[in-house]
């Protein structure tokens, strides 16, 4: 266990080190100045290169790719050239937002993938079945931005149950903050919900199709008690992979729901960062994104290898 | 008793009924990358804090005049080279420091500083000397007499900083004005409070929030939901109609400074040639594409400079659409076939818009443009930086700002010795009429030249609640000032 811990975490290392190499020389190739930005249409080349002088953009490429990493390291993520506040005060304001958020919307998802899955894989073909399925099929084909849309319309401008956008932050009160993420999150998670149900039906049926299963109903439990005691943790296991995909998209995937809504998210953080050229954030974000990534598969293969003892043989060798 | 219950219970479900209402949220498309109007270029910045949080010597209000400000009056030497202002007593900024001349002088010497990140250094640049004479008396002496300094000064550009102050308001932003900075939640909101100590007495409004809402579709509901009392520039001029039709909001069509035109680069072959510029503004119909790309909601421009500056001369039958003459012209210019050329887009979607008519007026005499659509950085890295262009549609939004054509470093690579001695000579102009007269001049020449397309003035439109009152109407500069806003009373 322990060699294949130590040959894990290196290719973890690794993988981080050639993602922040890749990352830099990606954005460094970017055409477009932040300085020059900064002035927009004005004549002035002179401010643009005080400007490029205050956020260190003149020294070589060398130096500012230490100067990042190492700052890094250390937690230390820069000053964004736009906003100029600390890079990580800023991605650490938006992932108040985007990761409730992502979890709200995931919660959500799963209470209604789950029952659902289960409903039309126990009546297979029945008709609640062709309906439930129907149903997810139309879920998959909404585009969420619609959805959002027709939900702003109904609750927001004509019921006035919730505002129609805007996020105050927690301090506004625990509730106030679910309630402005409540109609996001809904659009969020209706296309994944109704591809979750599909992948739980079907998870479900492969599984019901086991030789345990057959075992299970010859000992005299009926098809559902077969199903809740035996299947239904079996038939979890690509759900949650599915999942976790799930999590590490919506985290900054969801740009599009949080302009509709104006919250204050990583999507549109990243976005607006690219933009403006606020390279320091592009960097940073995508970098905490890949790290977010491989420490999930990190987290995953941990559990593999505990759960399937070949896997630790197999590296002992 | 039941009565107390009843009052006790309005109160609670409807406060508004007691008092009118003392808080507004402002929509804006746009979020400020920070909050310091002198560095940086951002009229976004302008709009949540110019004379809400900063004011500067004078300031300019809806009309474009120029009003007092913190200099409550001001002498002009005979030669028109020497101001003497005098400053309002007892102000205090935000963070309970004095106002007094040595602010000025430190403001002013910090824009023009050698490091300063100004974007508009050239309003200091004729700066001579800056003499305090006590601490409310300040002559501030130029190289000659500038007819635009005092404008100028009034710019966000020209704001008074605190010297203790002055490098936090990128994000902790303290001036003078009747409004304080409360806080940003960075993506989402500004808020403002009002300044209890505000030198030019008590304001309307108790709390003020800006929201960003980039998403015009999002402005709309936001608007219909009431989380928005106004929206002073509505990001989508398709859409007014709605807010007609609504009784509770008014809808206010005016002007911003912002020409919008079909920038020519006037160094690269055939744009080098005036018979082809003069060929393609025969080309345009201004009608069609502000019917078609404003939904009728902009004004059509003959020059670049404002209709609703007292300068103006209205140019827009110097050319109209003649598509025999632009045909002729082309063909004398030796382009008989027409030619192709690319149309680089920035984002905005009047640009777009207008890119796609412009493409289709162009198309009738025989210019085949490649529309080619671009972000904002690449725009301003390859169209503004390094010229790499041939034709593009931006609107300038800077106020009076046809002396940009006299550098013919700018992008529209416009290089004309008559012109410069008209802007030169406006420069040292101590006459009003004689201005005036100059400015005219400069107009007619760059219409005449055809140097760029002039397509047509950028509405602002305006869209707030019914009993809203004190909002601008005008952007001649880039602000929404809320010192006199204020709701009226519902009937």
Redesign the interface.
């Known amino acids: 266990m322990g060699a294949y811990l130590f040959k894990r975490t290196l290719s973890l290392i690794i993988t981080l080190i050639v993602a922040s190499i890749v990352i830099f020389i990606m954005i460094e190739v970017v055409p477009g100045d932040p300085a020059a930005f900064m002035m927009g249409l004005s004549d002035n080349t002179e401010a643009a290169n005080a400007v490029r002088t205050e956020l260190g953009l003149d020294a070589s490429a060398w130096q500012r790719y230490f100067t990042w990493i190492f700052g890094m390291t250390s937690g230390d993520f820069g000053i964004s050239y736009t906003y100029r506040i600390p890079v990580s005060e800023l991605i650490g304001q938006r992932l108040l937002v985007s990761v409730p958020l992502t979890l709200y919307s995931l919660i959500l998802s799963t209470m209604i993938a789950i029952p659902v899955g289960i409903i039309a894989a126990s009546r297979r073909g029945s008709f609640v079945d062709t309906v439930l399925m129907g149903l997810a099929q139309v879920g998959v084909a909404v585009p969420n931005f619609w959805f959002a849309i027709i939900l702003v319309l109904f609750f927001s401008t004509s019921l006035g149950w919730f505002s129609a956008g805007g996020f105050l932050g927690w301090d506004a009160g625990f509730f106030q903050g679910l309630k402005a993420l409540t109609l996001p999150a809904i659009s969020l998670a209706l296309p994944q919900a109704a591809i979750l149900s599909r992948i739980m039906r079907s998870s479900i049926l492969d599984v019901m199709d086991e030789d345990y299963i057959r075992t299970a109903r010859a000992k005299g439990l009926s098809k559902n008690q077969a199903l809740i005691d035996h299947g239904l943790r079996n038939a979890m296991i690509p759900v949650l992979t599915i999942l976790g995909l799930q999590f590490s998209f919506l985290l900054a995937g969801g740009i599009i729901i949080e302009s509709i809504f104006s919250l204050p998210g990583l999507g549109r953080l990243v976005f607006q960062s690219i933009a403006q050229r606020d390279l320091i954030v592009v960097k940073s974000i995508v970098t905490l994104l890949v790290f977010a990534v491989v420490m999930i598969t990190f987290f995953v293969d941990m559990c593999y290898a505990l759960v399937d003892p070949r896997l630790r043989e197999g590296a002992q060798k | 008793m039941i009565r107390l219950i009843i009052i006790i219970l309005s109160v609670i479900f409807y406060p508004n009924l007691l008092s009118a209402q003392n808080k507004i949220t402002i929509g804006l498309q746009m979020?400020p990358?920070?909050l310091d109007p002198t560095a940086?270029?951002?009229?976004d910045i302008d709009e949540v804090v110019y004379g809400n949080i900063f004011e500067g010597l004078v300031r300019i209000d809806q009309y474009g005049k120029i009003q007092s400000g913190l200099a409550l009056s001001w002498d002009i030497s005979k030669d028109g080279r020497s101001y003497v202002f005098h400053l309002a007593e007892g102000v205090k900024f935000h963070d309970g420091t004095d106002f007094d001349a040595y602010d000025v002088k430190f403001s002013f010497n910090r824009a023009r500083a050698?490091?300063?990140?100004?974007?508009?250094?050239?309003i200091f640049k004729p700066i001579v000397m800056i003499d305090v004479f006590d601490s409310f008396t300040i002559m501030i002496t130029l190289d000659h007499a500038r007819s635009d300094f005092l404008f100028n000064i009034g710019l966000g550009d020209a704001v008074i900083v605190g010297e203790e102050s002055a490098a936090n308001n990128?994000?902790n932003p303290v001036g003078t004005g009747p409004f304080k900075f409360k806080r940003w939640?960075?993506?989402?909101?500004i808020e403002l409070i009002a300044n209890d100590q505000y030198w030019g007495g008590a304001v309307w409004l108790e709390r003020v929030t800006f929201?960003?809402?980039?998403?015009p579709?999002?402005a709309y509901?936001?608007m219909?939901?009431?989380?928005i009392d106004a929206f002073p520039n509505y990001p989508a001029p398709e859409n007014l109609f709605l807010f007609e039709i609504d009784p509770t909001f008014d809808v206010i069509v005016g002007l911003t400074a912002g020409e919008t035109i079909l920038s020519t680069n006037n160094k690269s072959a055939p744009f080098d040639n005036i018979l082809v510029r003069r060929a393609m503004a025969y080309a345009i119909n201004r009608q069609e594409i502000i019917d078609g790309a404003m939904f009728g909601n902009a004004v059509p421009i003959g020059s670049h400079f404002a209709p609703d500056h007292p300068y103006y001369v209205d140019l827009t039958a110097l050319y109209t659409q003649n598509l025999t003459k632009a045909r002729a012209l082309l063909k004398e210019a030796g382009y008989e076939q027409g030619f192709t050329a690319s149309l680089k887009l920035p984002p905005p979607i009047y640009a777009r818009r207008t890119g796609e008519l412009i493409a289709y007026q162009l198309a009738k005499i025989g210019i085949d443009l490649k529309i080619e659509n671009m972000?904002?950085?690449?725009w301003?890295?390859?169209v503004?930086?390094h010229k790499n262009y041939d034709l593009t549609i931006?609107s300038?939004?800077?106020p009076m700002d046809i002396v940009?054509y006299a550098?013919p470093n700018?992008y529209f690579g416009y290089d004309n010795k008559d012109f410069q001695k008209i802007i030169d000579d406006i420069d040292h102009s101590n006459d009003k009429a004689q201005t005036e007269k100059l400015y005219q001049e400069a107009q007619r020449k760059i219409a005449d030249d055809a140097v760029n397309g002039y397509l047509f003035q950028l509405g602002k439109y305006g869209v707030w609640k019914k009993n809203l009152m004190g909002m601008w109407r005008n952007y001649p500069i880039r602000a929404n000032v809320l010192r006199d806003v204020y709701f009226a009373e519902a009937q």
Do not use: C
């Open positions: 979020e990358p920070n940086g270029a951002a009229s050698k490091n300063s990140t100004n974007a508009k250094k050239y990128v994000y939640i960075r993506g989402e909101r929201k960003f809402i980039t998403d579709l999002s509901t936001a219909m939901a009431g989380d972000e904002w950085a690449q301003i890295d390859q503004l930086r931006v300038h939004v800077e940009i550098n700018y």
